[in-house]
Nanobody
Framework: QVQPVQSGGGLVQPGGSLRLSCAAS????????MAWYRQAPGKQRELVAH???????TYTDFVKDRFTISRDNAKNTVYLQMNSLKPEDTAVYYC?????????WGQGTQVTVSS
C-alpha cells in the first residue's frame, strides 16, 4: 500500500519558519500532482498549496507570499517551505499525491505556531 511519509513540523514562534517534507514511494512520483492540506481543530481540512506533475504551483490566498511548494522528482519528495508563520497557521498538515481518481494521503504532521 502506498503511504506518503511526512517529516518536519513542530513548534515555532510567530514569524518563524518550518519546512515540511513528504516522500512517496511505490508510485511513479513524477506522474502525480502533489498537494499540501491542513486541518485545524474543529475545522474542515483545507487546501494550502498544489503543484502539478509539470511543476505548476497554486496557493490559497492565506499563504501566498509566505509558503512555497516544491518537488524533487529524483527524491520522490514534495516540500512545503513555510515562512512568516502566524498562530492561525497552527494545524495538522497533510500531503496528498493525486492522479486522476487515485489519491494517497500522508500521515499528517503537527505544526504549532505559538510564543
Amino acid at each position: 500500500q502506498v503511504q506518503p511519509v511526512q517529516s518536519g513540523g513542530g513548534l515555532v514562534q510567530p514569524g518563524g519558519s518550518l519546512r515540511l517534507s513528504c516522500a512517496a514511494s511505490g508510485i511513479i512520483f513524477s506522474f502525480y500532482n502533489m498537494a499540501w492540506y491542513r486541518q485545524a481543530p474543529g475545522k474542515q481540512r483545507e487546501l494550502v498549496a498544489h503543484i502539478t506533475s509539470d511543476g505548476t504551483t497554486t496557493y490559497t490566498d492565506f499563504v501566498k507570499d509566505r509558503f512555497t511548494i516544491s518537488r524533487d522528482n529524483a527524491k520522490n519528495t514534495v516540500y512545503l517551505q513555510m515562512n512568516s508563520l502566524k498562530p492561525e497557521d497552527t494545524a495538522v498538515y497533510y500531503c496528498r499525491a493525486g492522479r486522476f481518481s487515485t489519491g494517497y494521503w500522508g500521515q499528517g504532521t503537527q505544526v504549532t505556531v505559538s510564543s
